[in-house]
C-alpha cells in the first residue's frame, strides 16, 4: 500500500514538475496564430475520434454511475441476467441534506458469468439440434446457419469481472467521508465466482482510492478478501442456503419452477409458433425457446465490452418484458415472499445486519456459523464499513426476511406486472448480475436517534414496514423493531418435520 501511494505521489509530482519546467524554459517561438491552428486541430482530432467510436458503438456500455446502458428498453429485462444497472428511484438516492452516513454495509452478486455447467451443455444442445433440422435460415435468422456456440460455464467473464471493479468504485464514491478512513470488512460465499467478485470489487475500491486526494495517507490498509465462508454441503451459510432441509428437498422446492412454468405456456407458445413456422424443421419446445432467449444476455456479458448479442434482436421488446417477469415469478416464488420457506432462508444474515447495525453479538438460531460469528476475527463489531458477496436466490430470500417488497401482491402466473405496479420488485431490478443493496445508518440533523436507509441497486425502499418517512428513513429502532420475523427465528423449525 505505502509503495502504491508512494508511486502515485511521486508520479504526481513528476508531472507537475515537468509542466513547470517547460513553463519557465518555453522559447518566444509560438505565436498566438500557431496556438490557435494547434487547437483547432487537436478540436478536429477529438472530434473525429468520437465520432468513430460512437459510429462504431464502442462508447462504453456499462459505467461505475450507471451500469449497462446498452439499448435498456432489452437490457433491463433480461430478469436475473440483465447486467446491473441504475434503478430509477422514486424517492431521490443521494444522501438527504443536513445528513452524514455513519455506517454502509453492501450485500453484492457476483458479476456476470458463463452459464452454469448443465444448462451451457443444454444450450449448446438447441443450437446443434437447429442447425441439424434446418436446412434453411431465412433473413434475420440468417446468422444462425453458421452460428457457433462457445460459451463455458460458471465463471466470472471478463465483463463480469470489471462490473465488480466498477462497484468497488461505486461503493468507494458514495461512502467517501467513510471508505477515505475506513477499510471495509468483507466476507464472499466461498463458490469461486463469488470469492473473484470480491477480489475484483476490492480493486475497484483501491483504484478509486488511490485517485482521491484527499484519501487518508495514514490509511490503515488495503481491503481484502478477509472471510470465505464455505458452500460444502452442510455447512452454515448466511449468504448461500442449504441445510433447511424441507426447502431444499421438500414441497417448498417446487414452488417457483411451478410458477414460472405456468407463465411460459403463457407468453413463450406464441414465440414458438413464429420460430417453427419461419424456420422449418425446427420443431422447437418451450424450453428450447426460453434456451435460445438466454443465449441473449448470456452472448451479451461473454463480450468484454458487454456488446449485444445477435440473437437478442429475433425476439420483440414486448417478449423481452415477458421474459423478464419469468425471471420475477421464479424468485418471487422460489425465494421470496411467494415461498412459505423462502424468507427463512434470509434471516440469519438479516440477524447478522442487525448485530452490526447495533453493535451487539448475533442473536440467531438459524443458518448463522456460531463459531464464526462469535469471534471478532471473523465476525468484528464496530466497524463502518462491510461488505458481502453472494447469490441472487439468497439475496432475494434476505430481502424478503427483511420485509422489503412486502406490501407487493403475490405476482399472478399468468398476467405480466411490471416492475414499477409491482412496488419495484422484478428479478432484474433486484438481483441483475453484479447487483446490490446498501445498508446506511444516518445522522440527520434535527434527529437525536440515527436513522436507517436500504437501496436496492439505487432505488432506495420507502421501507413502510418501519413507517418509513418520505425520503425512506426509520429511526435505528424502528427497523430493528420491524425485523420481528427474523429476531424470533423466521419458521426454521419448519426446516425439519
Ligand atoms: C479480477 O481479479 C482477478 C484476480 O482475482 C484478476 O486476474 C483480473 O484481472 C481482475 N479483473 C479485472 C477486470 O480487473
Ligand atoms: C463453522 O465455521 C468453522 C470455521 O470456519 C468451520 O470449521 C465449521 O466447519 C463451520 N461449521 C458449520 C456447521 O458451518
Ligand atoms: C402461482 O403459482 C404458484 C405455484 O403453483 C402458487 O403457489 C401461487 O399461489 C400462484 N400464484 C397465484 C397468484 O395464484
Ligand atoms: C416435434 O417434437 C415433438 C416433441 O417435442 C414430437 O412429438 C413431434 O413428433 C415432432 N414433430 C416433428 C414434425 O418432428
Ligand atoms: C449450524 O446451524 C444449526 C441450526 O441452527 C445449529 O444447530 C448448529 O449449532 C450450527 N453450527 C454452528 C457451527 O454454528
Redo the contacts with the bound molecule.
Keep these: 500500500m505505502e509503495m502504491l501511494r508512494r508511486r502515485f505521489h511521486g508520479g504526481h509530482q513528476h508531472e507537475y514538475a515537468l509542466l513547470g519546467g517547460n513553463e519557465k524554459a518555453r522559447p518566444r517561438l509560438w505565436t498566438r496564430k500557431h496556438s490557435i491552428l494547434v487547437l483547432l486541430l487537436i478540436a478536429l482530432a477529438t472530434l473525429f475520434f468520437v465520432s468513430l467510436s460512437i459510429r462504431s458503438g464502442e462508447q462504453p456500455c456499462d459505467t461505475p454511475e450507471a451500469g449497462y446502458q446498452c439499448r435498456p428498453e432489452i437490457s433491463h429485462f433480461w430478469g436475473q441476467y440483465s447486467p446491473y444497472f441504475s434503478v430509477a428511484s422514486d424517492i431521490p438516492a443521494h444522501t438527504p441534506e443536513g445528513c452524514h452516513i455513519t455506517f454502509a454495509q453492501v450485500l453484492a452478486r457476483h458479476g456476470a458469468r458463463d452459464p452454469t455447467l448443465g444448462k451451457s451443455l443444454l444450450y449448446g444442445a438447441t443450437i446443434e439440434r437447429l442447425k441439424a433440422n434446418v436446412k434453411h435460415f431465412p433473413g434475420r435468422y440468417a446468422f444462425l446457419a453458421d452460428y457457433e456456440y462457445t460459451l463455458g460455464a460458471d465463471q466470472l467473464s471478463i465483463f463480469g469481472q470489471r462490473q465488480l471493479v466498477s462497484a468497488g468504485v461505486n461503493f468507494y464514491e458514495r461512502y467517501k467521508p467513510l471508505s477515505r478512513d475506513f477499510v471495509p470488512f468483507l466476507r464472499a460465499s466461498g463458490q469461486k465466482r463469488v470469492i473473484d467478485s470480491a477480489w475484483n470489487w476490492t480493486q475497484g475500491f483501491r483504484e478509486a482510492m488511490l485517485a482521491d486526494e484527499h484519501t487518508n495517507p495514514h490509511h490503515p490498509s488495503l481491503p481484502a478478501v478477509d472471510v470465505v465462508v464455505s458452500e460444502e454441503e452442510g455447512m452454515n451459510n448466511t449468504l448461500h442456503h442449504d441445510i433447511c432441509t424441507e426447502f431444499e428437498t421438500g414441497k417448498f422446492g417446487a414452488?417457483g419452477s411451478?410458477?414460472k412454468f405456468?407463465w411460459v405456456e403463457v407468453f413463450a407458445e406464441p414465440i414458438r409458433a413464429r420460430f417453427n413456422a419461419d424456420l422449418i424443421g425446427a420443431n422447437l419446445t418451450l424450453t428450447e425457446v426460453i434456451y435460445l432467449m438466454e443465449l441473449c444476455p448470456f452472448e451479451t456479458v461473454a463480450s468484454p465490452t458487454g456488446k449485444i448479442s445477435r440473437i437478442c434482436d429475433l425476439f420483440t421488446t414486448e417478449e423481452w418484458r415477458q421474459y423478464n417477469y419469468y425471471g420475477s415469478l421464479d424468485k418471487w416464488?422460489g425465494y421470496g415472499h411467494?415461498n412459505p420457506l423462502g424468507p427463512t432462508q434470509g434471516v440469519g444474515f438479516v440477524n447478522e445486519l442487525i448485530a452490526r447495525m447495533t453493535d451487539e453479538a448475533v442473536t440467531d438460531t438459524t443458518s448463522t456459523n456460531r463459531t464464526l460469528d462469535s469471534d471478532p476475527q471473523t465476525f468484528p463489531l464496530g466497524r463502518r464499513l462491510y461488505a458481502d458477496f453472494s447469490h441472487d436466490n439468497d439475496m432475494t430470500a434476505i430481502m424478503a426476511a427483511l420485509g422489503l417488497y412486502g406490501e407487493t401482491s403475490?405476482?399472478?402466473?399468468r398476467t405480466l406486472v411490471g416492475a414499477p405496479e409491482a412496488g419495484g420488485f422484478s428479478a432484474a431490478w433486484t438481483v441483475p448480475f453484479a447487483g446490490r443493496v446498501y445498508f446506511e445508518k444516518l445522522q440527520c440533523a434535527g434527529h437525536d436517534e440515527e436513522l436507517v436507509r436500504v437501496l436496492v441497486n439505487d432505488r432506495v425502499q420507502p421501507l413502510l414496514q418501519c413507517e418509513g418517512d418520505a425520503l425512506g428513513r426509520c429511526t435505528l429502532s424502528a427497523f430493528v423493531d420491524s425485523l420481528q420475523f427474523a429476531r424470533s427465528g423466521g419458521h426454521w423449525a419448519a426446516c425439519f418435520k
Design positions: 414452488i411451478t410458477a405456468k416464488y411467494g403475490h405476482l399472478p402466473n
